[in-house]
């Protein structure tokens, strides 16, 4: 059977990794303050998460001048903690999608479990919260390793880059 888990509003909303860089897992946390639903990401999918934010705020905001919501601070307006211990359920994303719903003028956040897509979680959002939770999800991805600017590989002690053909050390 099936489970869908849908947040008309969300209250509660935060992204994070656990781990250290280098061997972390990225989650997605959303609900209310009674039923929490965490979302396992890979670390592309929470970044492709926050850019996709980004891009559906900047088209939400043409011809418009500074949006109230441009500059949220997700210490402000995402929970702080991890409700991991209570969380509903929990699931490895496989879809996700980001989109504006005009009527209510929020945007919305379906993930979807990856493997049989038995599980899947849908919620609704404030542009200001949207925008905090894009700016977090900043955080957490550039919080890990540093990226070699020519393969893109996280760098590790060591790193030989194969754009170089080997031959070349990159320093961070």
């Known amino acids: 059977m099936a489970e869908q888990f849908a947040f008309e509003q969300v209250t509660e909303l935060n992204a994070g990794a656990r781990g250290a860089p280098g061997n972390r897992r990225f989650y997605l946390l959303a609900g209310t303050r009674d039923q929490w639903v965490r979302v396992w990401l890979e670390k592309t999918q929470l970044q492709a998460l926050g850019e996709t934010i980004e891009q559906v705020l900047a088209s939400q905001a043409r011809g418009a001048a500074r949006p109230e919501w441009a500059d949220a601070d997700p210490n402000n307006l995402l929970t702080n903690g991890d409700p991991s211990l209570s969380a509903t359920a929990e699931f490895q994303v496989g879809r996700l999608g980001v989109a504006h719903d005009p009527q209510r003028d929020l945007l919305v956040v379906v993930a979807q479990e990856g493997?049989?897509?038995?599980?899947?979680?849908?919620?609704?959002?404030?542009?200001?919260?949207?925008?905090?939770?894009?700016?977090?999800?900043a955080e957490v991805v550039s919080s890990g390793r540093p990226v070699c600017p020519l393969c893109a590989q996280p760098m590790e002690d060591g790193h030989v880059c194969p754009r170089s053909n080997g031959h070349h050390k990159v320093e961070a």
């Open 115 to 137: 493997v049989n897509q038995a599980v899947s979680l849908q919620f609704w959002a404030t542009k200001l919260q949207m925008n905090a939770l894009a700016k977090r999800i």
